[in-house]
């Protein structure tokens, strides 16, 4: 299957162009990249070829490379008596591009040195030079004061597809022009040591661009293009850590190319000794073949004319996987049953025909794209939650199902052996596996993508020419060739070489292998990530003067070569100082705590590195300075408004300094960004429960210093959106329930949560009543084995037994609604849980004789009495409140007595009697026996004699 842009920008020339754009479009498909950079046009953009428009222009003129190629093109451009050069030019972009990932990503070696093919003759001759230009450039690609990888091999190649891309004339005469420009941006976006927001918005409008543009395509382009472009969007949401969206994309891509796949369990056997088949999670997934119909009865989609076909068993080139060779484990799931065979459980969604019919110990193997789609879809899971061990049950069998059904590409053969190798880190059983089939792949890697020169570094290293490998080279014929491995790269997003080797040594770190790391991260010189490894360690001291040699000079001024062990290294900052020295400074910051570093990592960065700022917000908050954490967020954000835990924490900085309106702002912000942060959306009910009128008019009016600290912490209008509107405080409190049972069905298991669902839903006007209900029934779930009638709100069951009982004369159980939930839920829920509460025992009284059980309700009545009578101390003259409440109950049980007791059972087998034809002993029982009690501490008091008039009156 071709590349989808080059597919479209056939389709898009006219006849006149594409003729003369052809054999550069076939040397991109063929992967001929040299052949384009050394044509004759991209001679005379290079200078290398003379041109007399270009005579004047020279690269000494300009700061950088990138700069002279740009205005270079602009004049080579501007003649549009040759038909087709921006088409011609952008094919030599797109071709130093693809290089530049063959060179860094997927291998094999580039037969040429970039420096020797791109730059001029004098500066690629000298060593010296390439390397000054080649920081030069790198220093160009840093944004926001994030610096990209130092020793990025060619990185000429990008910045050379950068600036033929984003020619205007290119971008405007090119249709899928935008879509180049796109991967440019994202290859960019991964040399960053961490996500850049100002690329992400930049990437963001470009997608929204090329969305509208695919709209606009032929029918007979239009599906190829989509599927294409959302597995590339899919994949730019997980890197942006988006996965809702991700997956949406997903499921979109999978539904047009109509290709099904569905995690299911069949009963198999996993460990070698297992007696008795349990079930075993299993991906079940075919293609579209171009003789079946599709799911729906409806005609292959146009997409499936690249499906597997008959040839498709032959032996495709694979990279290597190793076995398991585990005691226990089997190599793969040893499956005794079929989907056709299985039983469904009640409720469960049927298996498609086509995944019924399956095997799941030999499937076919799977189109590259639909390979794509299953680890994309395991990739946004674990993105989701890394350390969740369900998670990571539940997206092995996706990977798996790549690896088990066949290599239809090697990209995507190497990229399902990443994923199941980070899957399985986390497991005792498959960590070893996990480990070595990481150093296998980085070992893959370095040997393909390490040649001469052109893969050499930015600083002239070569040390990738003489790499090792783990298990032997593999045989040129036993490889993939340059097409096959980029052809699917944009969809794919594997990470670069030294991406991935820092992967590595950051998974020795997990298994204590310290050395190991160290030895990876020296080498690869990503000083901050080694002294992150030692102050992981307690090792603070060599951290700080591992970081401390990158900024400043020695001590004594001796040069670095010369310097003793144990220097310090508290010289004079370097100049100009390194790419990374704004997340130096802040490592700095962060092992001591030191404020003047975070200022100083915010300074050399020209005020764009927002994590310096976050830090200082995180560490005022910590010192519980609100208004200083506030002023520092709001200065992040105007850099990176797109990050949510930024939003998160100056919402909660605001709410301290009572700014609840800005609170409000902050919090929606954070939930527009990820709608499933279940604790932004509670406090967000906890702001709009704040702006009500009578509670803004007193918010720490005389608190100058937090008015002062809001009002630096809000002195843009992009950073908090305010409510101004204040006329109806009931739609506040609405709107704070919303968020609260947002917040709820995100967080199932926080009572908390539902404990401020269950207030609020009580107090809005009118009450949401089953709201109500459910939080209360929720919170007995959480905590009613522990705290027991504690846990039960009294007013607002209070509240609900009075409005149940208001809706109708007489209870009819038959009905559904809400007085049969309620009643249900007493009778299920509460009563078990009541022990010293009285006040609850009434309420059980008092829906029992709504009920028309007064048996039931003399019953409460007595435990409510019984209840009072358990606090100990009444009976001795202490506590005038504790007897006043005993006489009360004691009067409150003799009315009981005298109401109840007359009446008829409606319940039980003695239905029809009378409840209590002894009534009045009982009464006079009940009575006597707490005078006789209190007889010494309370008698003659106005309770004494109370009870002496109800039993005169039970007497007579």
């Avoid at 226990?328 to 995944?355: H, K, M, N």
């Avoid at 404990?755 to 959480?782: F, G, H, M, W």
Wanted: hydrophobic share 40%; net charge negative; with cysteine.
């Amino acid at each position: 299957m071709t590349d989808v842009v080059l597919a479209w920008l056939r389709q898009s020339l006219p006849k006149e162009v594409a003729e003369v754009a052809e054999p550069y479009i076939l040397n991109l498909e063929s992967g001929e990249y040299q052949a384009l950079l050394e044509s004759e046009e991209a001679k005379k953009l290079f200078g290398t070829a003379t041109d007399g428009r270009l005579h004047d222009i020279k690269l000494r003129d300009f700061p950088t490379w990138s700069d002279y190629i740009f205005q270079r093109l602009s004049i080579l451009l501007s003649d549009r008596s040759t038909p087709g050069k921006q088409a011609v030019y952008f094919c030599v972009g797109y071709a130093a591009l693809l290089a530049f990932l063959q060179s860094n990503v997927t291998g094999p070696p580039l037969p040429f040195s970039s420096a020797d093919v791109l730059l001029p003759s004098d500066a690629a001759e000298d060593k010296q030079k390439v390397k000054v230009l080649r920081d030069s450039l790198l220093t160009n690609l840093s944004v926001d004061g994030i610096a990209a990888y130092k020793l990025t091999p060619n990185v000429e190649l990008l910045c050379l597809s950068d600036a033929i891309i984003t020619n205007p004339a290119v971008l405007k005469g090119v249709a899928p022009a935008r879509w180049v420009k796109l991967r440019v941006e994202m290859c960019r976006q991964r040399l960053l040591s961490e996500p850049s927001s100002t690329l992400q918005g930049l990437i963001n409008d470009d997608l929204d661009m090329i969305e509208d543009q695919i709209r606009g395509l032929d029918s007979s382009h239009k599906e190829l293009a989509e599927a294409g472009f959302l597995l590339e969007r899919a994949e730019v949401h997980t890197f942006h850590g988006l996965d809702k969206l991700a997956r949406k994309d997903l499921e979109e891509v999978k539904q047009r190319r109509h290709f099904e796949y569905a995690l299911t369990g069949l009963l198999g056997k996993r460990t070698k000794f297992q007696q008795k088949d349990v079930s075993q999670l299993v991906v079940l997934a075919k293609s579209v073949d171009n003789g079946d119909n599709v799911a729906n009865g409806g005609t292959p989609s146009v997409l499936c004319k690249n499906a597997p076909s008959a040839d498709a068993d032959r032996n495709v080139a694979e990279p290597a996987k190793l076995d398991l060779n585990d005691d226990t484990l089997l190599e793969s799931i040893s499956f005794s049953e079929r989907p056709a065979d299985s039983q469904e459980a009640e409720g469960e969604v049927a298996l498609p025909v086509s995944l019924n019919t399956l095997d799941p110990a030999n499937q076919p193997k799977l189109d590259a794209l639909d390979s794509i789609i299953l680890l994309n879809f395991a990739s946004s899971i674990t993105n989701t939650s890394p350390q969740n061990g369900l998670t990571r049950e539940e997206t092995l069998p996706y990977a798996t199902r790549v690896l088990e059904g066949g290599s239809s590409n090697w990209q995507v053969y190497t990229q399902a052996l990443l994923v199941r190798s980070r899957i399985e880190g986390y497991r005792s059983r498959t960590i070893e596996r996990g480990l070595l089939q990481l150093q296998t792949l980085v070992d893959q890697v370095i040997a393909d993508t390490a040649g001469s020169d052109s893969a050499g570094s930015a600083s002239g290293s070569t040390e990738a020419s003489t790499a090792t490998s783990f298990l032997p080279r593999p045989k040129e014929s036993e490889s993939a060739s340059v097409s096959e491995r980029l052809r699917f790269i944009f969809q794919l997003a594997s990470p670069y070489r030294w991406d991935l080797e820092a992967e590595l040594a950051a998974r020795w770190v997990q298994l204590g292998g310290l050395r190991s790391a160290l030895e990876i991260y020296e080498r690869l010189e990503m000083w901050a990530e080694a002294a992150l490894c030692w102050a992981a360690t307690e090792r603070e001291d060599k951290a700080k003067r591992m970081v401390r040699r990158q900024l400043y000079c020695t001590s004594s001024g001796k040069p670095d070569g010369e310097a003793d062990e144990d220097e310090a290294w508290q010289g004079e900052e370097r100049q100009p100082p390194p790419l990374d020295a704004p997340r130096l400074y802040c490592i700095l910051g962060d092992i001591d705590q030191d404020t003047s570093m975070y200022e100083k990592a915010w300074t050399v960065s020209n005020k764009r590195y927002a994590r310096a700022q976050r830090s200082l917000g995180r560490l005022y908050i910590a010192k519980g300075d609100m208004v200083k954490a506030a002023e520092a967020y709001s200065k992040s954000l105007q850099v990176s408004q797109l990050n949510q835990p930024s939003w998160f924490a100056l919402g909660c900085a605001l709410l301290e300094l009572a700014q609840f309106e800005k609170a409000v702002g902050a919090f929606s912000r954070c939930v527009q960004i990820d709608d499933t942060d279940a604790e932004a959306w509670s406090n967000l009910a906890a702001a709009l429960l704040r702006l009500e009128p009578e509670e803004d008019d007193d918010d720490d009016d005389d608190d100058e210093d937090a008015k002062a600290g809001a009002a630096r912490a809000e002195d843009e209008d992009e950073t908090v959106a305010t409510h101004k509107d204040k006329a109806d405080p009931q739609r506040y409190r609405q709107d704070a329930l919303s968020a609260l049972k947002r917040a709820a069905g995100l967080k199932h298991d926080s009572y908390r949560i539902w404990e401020n669902l269950l207030l609020v839903a009580a107090t809005v006007s009118p009450p949401d009543y089953n709201s109500a209900l459910a939080a209360q029934k929720r919170i007995i779930d959480l905590r009613g084995k522990t705290d027991g009638e504690s846990c039960l709100d009294q007013q607002v069951l209070a509240l609900l037994a009075t409005h149940v009982i208001s809706t109708a004369d007489r209870y009819d159980p038959s009905q559904p609604g809400l007085p049969r939930m309620f009643i249900k839920f007493i009778d299920d829920f509460v009563t078990p849980l009541i022990t010293t509460s009285a006040d609850l025992w009434r309420l059980v009284s008092k829906l029992a004789l709504w009920r028309h059980k007064p048996s039931s309700a003399l019953d409460a009545e007595e435990k409510a009495w019984r209840a009072v009578l358990a606090q100990p101390g009444w009976d001795t003259a202490e506590n005038e409140g504790v007897w006043d409440g005993v006489v009360e109950a004691t009067v409150r049980l003799c009315e009981a007595y005298e109401s109840f007791g007359p009446m008829e059972r409606t319940e039980g087998l003695a239905a029809g009697e009378v409840v209590a034809k002894d009534w009045r002993f009982k009464a006079r029982s009940a009575v006597r026996g707490v005078l006789g009690k209190a007889k010494g501490g309370w008698e003659g008091t106005e309770g004494w004699e109370r009870l002496q008039e109800v039993m005169q009156g039970l007497k007579g």
